[in-house]
Structure formats: C-alpha cells, structure tokens
C-alpha cells in the first residue's frame, strides 16, 4: 500500500529568546505560521522489517540522520511494527534554510504511518511523539498558525493570519541552527513583541501585523553572512510591506499585499538570489494530502 503526503514549509513571523535552560535549550516564544511550499513524501509499506529513505538530493541524508526516518523509527518502536517502510522524499524545501523542511518531513512520516499503519493515534499523541525527533517537529504535526512556547514543542493554535503574498529568498549558504543559538548574546537582542502579534493576528490587522514581526536570531545570523542583510534591504527596496529572516536563517522572507508589487519584488530578486518563492500563507487549516 502507498500513500502521498504533503510536508509544507513554515515561517516565524516571531522569534523571541526568553533565557537558556539548563538542558542547553533555549526558552523561546515564537509565532509560526506554514506557507504552500511543500515536500511530498511517498510511503510505501514493506514487508521485510526495514527503513529506507529514497531522496535524489544530495543535502539530504538517506540514512539514520534522516528525521523521516527517525519518525519511522519512532513509532515501530513505541508500537511493536515489525513491518518496514520505504520514503521517498520529493524536496522541495530548501535545505538548513530555517524554513523547517526536516522537521516537517518527520510530521508527514509521522501522519502518514500513523495511517499506514492503522495506530489511530491523535495529533496531539504524534505531536508528543514529533517533540522526542525536533524542537518544531511538534508544530508541523499540526501545522497552520501558532505560537510555539518551552523549546517550541507547546502549541497553542492562533487564527490565520490577514491574507497576503510571501516571498522567500534563500541565500545560497546554509546555516546551523545549533550554532546560531550558541552564539546568541542574550543582553544584545531587539526583542518582537509577540503579545502585538497575536492581537494583530485576532484584529486580522494587517499593517499591525506587518509593524510586528521579529526575530532575535538575526543579530547572529545577520552578523554572520552579511549577505542576508543584503537580501533583506533589496526585498525592501523592492516593494516588500515587510522583511524578516525565518527561524535560524538564512531564508528571509517578505509580506506583500498586493499581486503587482509582489510579482516585482519576485522578479528583482531573481536577479539575485537562485531560490527565491512567491507562496501563500496556509492560514489555520491542517493540510494532510
Ligand atoms: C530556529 C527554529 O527553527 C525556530 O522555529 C527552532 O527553534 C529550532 O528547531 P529545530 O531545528 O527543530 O531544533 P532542534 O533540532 O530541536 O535543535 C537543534 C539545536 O538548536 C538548539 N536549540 C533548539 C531549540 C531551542 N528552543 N533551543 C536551542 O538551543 C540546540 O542547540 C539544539 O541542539
Ligand atoms: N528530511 C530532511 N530534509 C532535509 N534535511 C534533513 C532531513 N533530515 C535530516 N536533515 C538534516 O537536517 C539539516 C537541517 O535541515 P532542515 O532543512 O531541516 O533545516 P532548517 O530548515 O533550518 O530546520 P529548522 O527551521 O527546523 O531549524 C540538514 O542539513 C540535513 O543534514
């Protein structure tokens, strides 16, 4: 039997740092919110007792490392399946491009082998689970738009956002979440104000909205490759209402109401950047096919 699953991207409108916690995580309170920028994931049940990852990208491991493969590896565990899989994963998502690509290919295998696989488990159950795999695993399980607290994995749902264009350019370098938050000066930030967001978000404000986003992370990444703070002038300059860098980097993204100024800021960057996407947000829903 196989079965198709989309695994989209996400976007962190906020990203505050409240302190480090004693494990080495950090205690974050963030807003996110998934945009139609998705991998597919195929999963085809096996009989013989194994894992195997089929990606033609070479960023993406096809191995244990692989968090599909850990979300597989997972749930036979908890589960007693001695049955396999096979998952082959259509990247669409940049790689290490702070827009939570591995992270939401371990939601998908999680959704899709709980329905493989017959567990009936609920989303909050999976969600559990994704916790154990990443600290955003949680919130792709749902997807949609929350605000994500603790080390990201407590979510709490939030409305859809007001309806506008993204546009997402990806500098052609990686970047490491670890390190990003280890070399994080918690006393140096420009801290968002998430409480504004989140009355923006119920007032369907979208200049609010717009006036709000943040991310502490910038100040090391941006520091870092000066190139992100390019990108992020030029999709001002553009036309974008507003412009901010997604999770740990290097993706910025850009909210733009209008189509016109959307497919200028677009093509501009083109001139640019080799992956750049103009993308919806995917509001409150919880896409599963
Ligand atoms: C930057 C974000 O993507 C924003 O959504 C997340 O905070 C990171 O989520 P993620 O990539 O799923 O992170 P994980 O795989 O759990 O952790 C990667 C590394 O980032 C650091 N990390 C992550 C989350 C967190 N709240 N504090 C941390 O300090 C830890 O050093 C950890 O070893
Ligand atoms: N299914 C997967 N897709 C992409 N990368 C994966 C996957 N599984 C494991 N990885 C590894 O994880 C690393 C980070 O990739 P990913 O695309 O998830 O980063 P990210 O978007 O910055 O994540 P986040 O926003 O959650 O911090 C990659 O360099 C790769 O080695």
Known sequence: MKLMIKA????????????????????????MTTVDLADRLELESLD????????????????????AYQAAKLLKERHGIKKGV?????????????LAGGSSDAAAALKGLNELWKLGLSLDELAELG????????????????????????????????????VLAKPTIGVSTGEVYKNLKLDRMKRPNTKAMIEAIYENDYD?????????????????????????????????????MSGS??????????????HRVYNCLRGFCDQV?????????NPVD
């Open 249 to 262: 980097g290097p993706t910025v993204f850009g909210l733009i109401r209008h189509d016109s100024r959307m």
């Open 86 to 98: 096979a998952i082959q994963i259509d990247k669409i998502i940049p790689v290490a491009a702070g």
């Open 131 to 166: 916790a154990e795999i990443g600290s955003d695993v949680s919130f792709c399980v749902y997807g949609g738009t929350a605000l994500a607290t603790g080390r990201g994995e407590k979510i709490q749902h939030l409305p859809a956002p007001p309806n506008c264009w993204v």
């Open 208 to 244: 609010k909205m717009c006036a709000n986003v943040g991310n502490v992370l910038e100040s090391v990444t941006l520091s870092t490759y000066p190139e992100v703070a390019l990108i992020k002038e030029q999709m001002i300059r553009f036309g974008a209402d507003t412009v901010l």
């Open 277 to 285: 996407y103009a993308v919806r947000m995917l509001g409150d829903g």
């Open 8 to 31: 989209p991207a996400k976007i962190n409108l906020t990203l505050d740092v409240l302190h480090k916690r004693p494990d080495g995580y950090h205690e974050v309170e963030m807003i």
């Open 48 to 67: 013989q007792d194994e894992i195997q990852i089929i990606s033609h990208n070479r960023f993406v491991p096809d191995d244990s490392r692989n968090l």
